[in-house]
């Protein structure tokens, strides 16, 4: 990740954490696919992800943890487990239930119906 795409993130990140970017770190958490990679960020007494997805250009995104929680009702994303099942699809189980989401144009839609 090069300066720039890390100054972005973090400043995602700080508008997410409601922090200011000097005091964050962000780190390298896994690649997902070859042009998908996963970062995190810690600092302020939180945690922030974002995906790197590069096809022609880079762009940052979310992973769909916010939407589920509130697909699957549950209070909060760090009860949710995020499964990576390729072609750009996550499973997102939590609260007993679970549901499938695909990223179109840098937003998560759910792909069926949230089961229990």
């Not at 995602?12 to 070859?34: D, G, H, P, R």
């Not at 840098?106 to 949230?114: D, F, K, S, T």
Request: some cysteine.
């Amino acid at each position: 990740m090069n300066a720039k795409r890390e100054a972005n993130l973090l400043q995602l990140a700080a508008k997410a954490l409601n922090c200011t970017s000097e005091n964050m770190v962000a780190q390298f958490k896994e690649s997902i696919e070859w042009n998908v990679h996963v970062y995190a960020v810690d600092g302020c007494n939180g945690h922030y992800e974002a995906m790197l997805h590069c096809l022609r250009d880079c762009v940052w995104i979310e992973p769909p943890d916010q939407r589920a929680a509130f697909d699957l009702q549950c209070p909060a994303p760090n009860e949710l487990k995020r499964t990576y099942l390729g072609n750009g699809m996550y499973g997102m189980t939590g609260c007993g239930k679970s549901v499938t989401y695909v990223n179109t144009a840098g937003r998560w839609i759910a792909n069926g119906p949230v089961s229990q």
